[in-house]
DNA sequence: TCAAAAAAGTGAAACGTTTCACTTGATAAA
DNA sequence: TTTATCAAGTGAAACGTTTCACTTTTTTGA
């Protein structure tokens, strides 16, 4: 490995000129500046990020913590935060849930965060933010100055869906609800129910866990109850994806036995046979929102803006009766 | 920032034998170690992660970098790759390309690194790779000693997909390839030419780039043509989905009047009507190969096996006469 | 022509670890 | 009792940067 002593050596001149010539720091002639940066072109060489960042105290690097790869969810969000970061001088590094999540953390290898994994635990987060350490949240409603919570305006979504399956006269309403620890799928179902509520009407409600084959089992047991819901509402699509499957199997068809609606439009849910209702977000924009708000706080402190993301209600074939509202693939 | 100086203070003792204390090395008492240990918990402290790799040139950590997050392709990938790390004591870091991926790289931030990403250019590769910086390559088919290329055994998929297409009849063909500096690509069109030849079969070429778009403009482009081949093979499922797009806006129906073969396997293409025939490989076992590989190349310098990934090829409707494969969605 | 100011460059400390070479005191062996 | 061995612990150097405080050289302005 190069260092920065031998290029100073081969320039003929002091480390700290040749550090200030490779920074553009301090005050170098131009001549000496050309001849250090001949000399680490020479060399191939290329500074130590470790030693740097130890003196810097400071990583020009934001991470983003998820719990996993999977569910081609994450993945529009990801590239909406990297389309962001590509316009910064930040680099971007994304961490897979693990024991070692939790130490990359504490051991502030990056300069602040973004996370999506409800896996860390809320004293966590509050302990290790800071304003050197600003976090944004994708996945829960904590906050504080250094703490921002991004979070998907869920109720807007499920009014709307509420309403289309109201006026429709479905009202014996069911709800699959996501993973229990989940913010999302708590407050869609809270929203569900008031809604209901509201109109004087009550839902049963179903445990799932985001899953399809979740959302494939729990409708097996409602089949096997005696009285079918006229409509439910799957916490995901996944879930309502799978629900959707179990109905084929017993032949039973959405909406005209049951009508069904999920959330977060993942690509799939416009193929299925029937395409299915639900409720979408840009997740781009979503993941774009979080970096710019953390990267704005980085550069200029500027305070967190808590602030909720749209989400609208797309009407497809399983739950829109009569004339079929068909979107091209 | 409490540092180990604060935890040696606080227990009474030396920085080396807080140090030892920490990491469980040197010799040291049990009494000593306990009280060490107390502090350091007391004080929340956390060793700095730059001072630690710095001094210990290592990071445990492996790199994966990718060109971008989108296309529901790498995710399985990285799930392997993860799947693997999970048991060992490295990390795992994805970094999306950009300029700060070859600092990333050149900046010796990780112990290894999986390339997905055919931007990097080979010389940076060979420059790089090392005993003390092993790759692995899942893009191209650069390969020494501290290089290993792990690549799908394109040919074999492709040699399935030609005998089903020929033996069912369907002589006349065309080939849409993916993005011109596409490994992946040309290993695709060779065998399929190859295969062509021996049977005395021509092949007409056109260029595509991997997108949905370029399949659907593709199609256009050859039914503007007079004549129609009778089958058509697409160097991955996105172009084929695109193929069939253009083929049903002009009520052409695959196989009927061009039968359709995709690559990848990726999750839509079941889902599509008609569902695509294609070519599938396990790529969480790619993934898993990979960091296999690379983990154990770095823990007892295991020398890299060049290997390839199995593929096989798919049947389904798309290119399928008479009686219909359905597979269960 | 001379002092003052600016430009160009230097040496050494610091960032927070780990670890080598060493000291101290106790225990065992002769 | 003396010496050798061992366990427990210490001080300081090293990893590769950046940057502060300083020196030397050149330029400026009167």
Known sequence: MTTIRDVAKRAGVSVTA???ALNDTGTI?????KRVLEAAEELNYHPNAFARHL????TLTIGVFISRFGGSFYEEVLEGIHSVILD????LLVCP????TRRMLLHRQVDGAIVFDSKIPDESILKLASRRFPIVLLDRALQ????LPLLLDNAQGVREAFRHLYEQGFHKLAFVAGAADSFDSAERMETFFAEAESHQLTVDVYQGNFTEISGYETAKAIIYEHTLPEAVFCANDQMAIGFLRAMREHDLSA???IAVVGFDDIPLSRYTQPQVSTIGTSRFEWGASAAHQLIDFLENETPFQPQRIPTH????????QKQVVQEKP
């Open 55 to 58: 003196k810097n105290r400071q």
């Open 18 to 20: 040749a550090s200030y």
């Open 313 to 320: 209600f797309l009407p497809r074939e399983s739950s829109t």
């Open 88 to 91: 910064t001088d930040y680099e």
């Open 97 to 100: 849930e693990s024991r070692s």
């Open 255 to 257: 909406p005209k036995d």
């Open 144 to 147: 504080n100055d250094f703490v």
């Open 29 to 33: 002639g131009d001549a000496t500046r």
